[in-house]
């Protein structure tokens, strides 16, 4: 494959929203053809793809909860129907469970690793065939830094553990795919303004917030979509083909990991 974005395909879980549609529309400007996944905000990702093909690009929005095996296996051959081969994939669909010791319960932990651990699982196998056959692909898995430790954000210990999970599991199938000529990396992002991370608060309680992790961060500054989505992009170029195994923080220089050794 030619190492120039025109030619490359994309699929971005968790596309419609958030860091997933910064990710889309990042890849979209390269020039890459770009399928934008959704579990539920159908009307949110086709306005998208909509938005990027008035500009001139490729993109289409396609349905799956992640945590469906088989739902995202026909994701992906869709994909490859309507846009050709896909050669970066972007595991970004997640969700958040703030939970205790006292509150945990194993609905909530089942689903929350269902959609952070297996729909990334799920995605890769879904899209590895077709990048071994080609010998060419790259894979960016979203993480978070709360995967190196504990920060200081309450409540997000199994959250935590299910990133720790996806960081073993990039570099584990890093090992597997190199020699197939697929690239495993993840982005580890600082906290980022989305609608997830804004939740239901008023204006002056975001304002608390977002002032509290400006402080913890070096830059003096919460984290935005594009911040993520340069760092993602970074990963799936072309030209990144010798840079695998790697999490990357992208998070502002955080001054608040509490850990040991």
Do not use: C
Request: no cysteine; aromatic share 6%; net charge neutral.
């Amino acid at each position: 494959m030619a190492s120039n974005w025109a030619n490359q395909v994309a699929l971005v879980t968790g596309g419609a929203r958030g860091l997933g549609r910064a990710t889309v529309k990042r890849l979209a400007a390269h020039g890459a053809a770009v399928a934008i996944n959704y579990a539920t905000k159908s009307d949110i990702a086709e306005a998208l793809a909509a938005e990027i093909r008035a500009a001139g690009g490729h993109a289409i929005a396609v349905g799956a909860d992640v945590a469906d095996a088989a739902a995202v296996t026909a994701m992906a051959a869709r994909t490859e129907a309507e846009l050709g081969p896909i050669s970066i994939l972007v595991n970004n669909a997640g969700i958040a469970w703030a939970a205790t010791l006292e509150t945990w319960e194993p609905a909530g932990f089942a689903r929350l690793r269902a959609v952070n651990v297996d729909g990334t699982i799920h995605a890769i196998r879904a899209v590895m065939a077709s990048m071994k056959a080609r010998h060419y692909g790259r894979i960016v898995n979203i993480s978070s830094i709360a995967s190196f430790g504990t920060t200081g954000f309450p409540g997000n210990h199994f959250y935590a553990s299910t990133k720790a999970e996806v960081n073993i599991l990039t570099r584990r199938f890093a090992l597997e795919l190199g020699r197939h000529g697929i690239t495993v990396n993840a982005v580890a992002p600082g906290f980022t303004r989305t609608d997830m991370t804004r939740g239901g608060g008023t204006e002056a309680e975001w304002r608390e917030i977002e002032a509290g992790f400006a402080r913890a961060a070096m830059t003096g500054r919460i984290g935005e979509p594009d911040d993520i989505a340069n760092a993602v992009a970074f990963f799936a170029a072309p030209d990144s083909g010798w840079i695998t195994a790697q999490v990357l923080a992208v998070d502002g220089g955080r001054m608040d990991y509490i850990g040991h050794g």
